[in-house]
């Protein structure tokens, strides 16, 4: 059966593909530009930079070797008023030792120690660092984590303005050992992009729970994690996420805000970082994961539907090369996000990742239902 409209016919078949690949392309295309806003947002307006004083907070279990190289790097950033707390969480690989010798040396150093285990070790070790704290922002970190210079805190800083009470930083693994460490980036930096997007629209969602910061005085007035407690990890990503908007939040887009992670990236990471993600997304508000699915919905429609059309369509090649200047546009776009973010050599891979994502987080939707919730102190 053929259905003619302005004296073009079209099968039943190629009709449906083809209104399926204009809608998919023009939600495509939207996502595409607000990356491109994303991108180009929170340049400096010419105006005198306020540094905050900031505290950074570093929760840590049995990481010694990993603290031995942080911590120096950080209490040496040419900054005017900041601290760096250090919760040791139950460590027996003589962390307290290290801590007790780097104080001597360093005065804006404090420690604090927990010696028994609980059911929230991480809502309890953050708990301690921000009590512990006596600074106006919290700036969390990881033992695992590398910093560029001495001037990173003076760059992460100054975009902590007296209007905003949030900030999401990018977190770089390049610098990750393991043969899963290519995944965890193509993940995050997918995660990373779509947050930043979301960010006009207020649904702005943090990746990971370090390199993050807030306003100590927002913790305390609303009771620190006492609404987030049910979840079995993500207190900082839930707190966040419940306070941010679009005015009071700003997500860094550039090469001298994020960090580097240096851990080992294995199976078993990756499968908790994922599943971490898909009990994340449950938290979300109705606007986030609306966002977050219509985007993926989009790319997956985008895909067969455009399948349809080679097989079924006469104007399969020009439908064929609407389809390559979308991709041709976004890869231009993602290129250049990841040279803002410090990010390179992984650009062809990651628009593959992009295309099996649906059967990815299927794989692991799965392995969350039959193996179930794990707390686990990270």
Not at 108 to 132: C, H, W
Not at 302 to 331: K, N, Q
Request: with cysteine; glycine share 6%.
């Amino acid at each position: 059966m053929a259905i003619d409209l302005g004296g073009l016919h079209f099968s039943i078949e190629e009709l449906i593909g083809l209104l399926i690949f204009v809608l998919a392309f023009m939600v495509q295309l939207v996502y595409l530009i607000l990356l491109i806003k994303f991108i180009f947002s929170g340049k400096q307006k010419n105006k005198e930079p306020i540094f905050p004083s900031v505290s950074i907070v570093v929760t840590s279990r049995n990481y010694k070797d990993y603290l031995k190289e942080l911590l120096p790097a950080l209490l040496s950033q040419d900054y005017p008023d900041f601290e760096v707390v250090v919760i040791d969480d139950c460590s027996t690989d003589g962390t307290d030792w290290l801590l007790a010798e780097m104080k001597i040396s360093y005065g804006n150093l404090k420690t604090s120690r927990i010696i028994q285990e609980t059911d929230f070790p991480n809502a309890l070790a953050i708990t301690i660092g921000v009590r512990a704290s006596s600074k106006e922002w919290l700036v969390f970190l990881s033992p695992l984590c590398q910093v560029s210079n001495n001037q990173w805190l003076r760059n992460y800083a100054q975009r902590l303005e007296p209007d905003k009470e949030v900030s999401i930083g990018y977190i770089n693994f390049k610098e990750a050992t393991g043969s899963y460490k290519s995944w965890i980036r193509f993940e995050n930096f997918s995660s990373y992009l779509l947050s930043g997007a979301g960010k006009a629209f207020g649904v702005a969602m943090p990746v990971f729970e370090f390199n993050l910061a807030y306003r100590r005085e927002k913790f305390l007035e609303l009771r620190g994690f006492a609404a987030v407690l049910d979840s079995p990890f993500s207190e900082n990503e839930l707190f966040i996420n419940k306070i941010a908007n679009r005015k009071n939040s700003v997500v860094f887009n550039d090469k001298t805000t994020p960090i580097t992670y240096i851990g080992e990236v294995d199976w078993i990471d990756l499968v908790e970082f994922k599943k971490k993600q898909l009990m994340l997304r449950r938290k979300f508000s109705a606007g986030q994961r609306f966002f977050r699915s219509l985007n993926l919905i989009s790319r997956v429609l985008l895909t067969a539907s455009l399948i349809l059309l080679l097989i079924v369509s006469p104007w399969r090649f020009w439908i064929l090369g609407v389809w390559a200047f979308l991709m041709i546009f976004e890869m231009t776009w993602t290129a250049v996000a990841t040279n803002k973010l410090g990010e390179k050599n992984f650009l062809p891979m990651l628009l593959i990742y992009k295309t099996f994502l649906p059967l990815i987080n299927g794989y692991f939707i799965v392995n969350q239902i039959f193996n179930g919730k794990k707390r686990k102190w990270k």
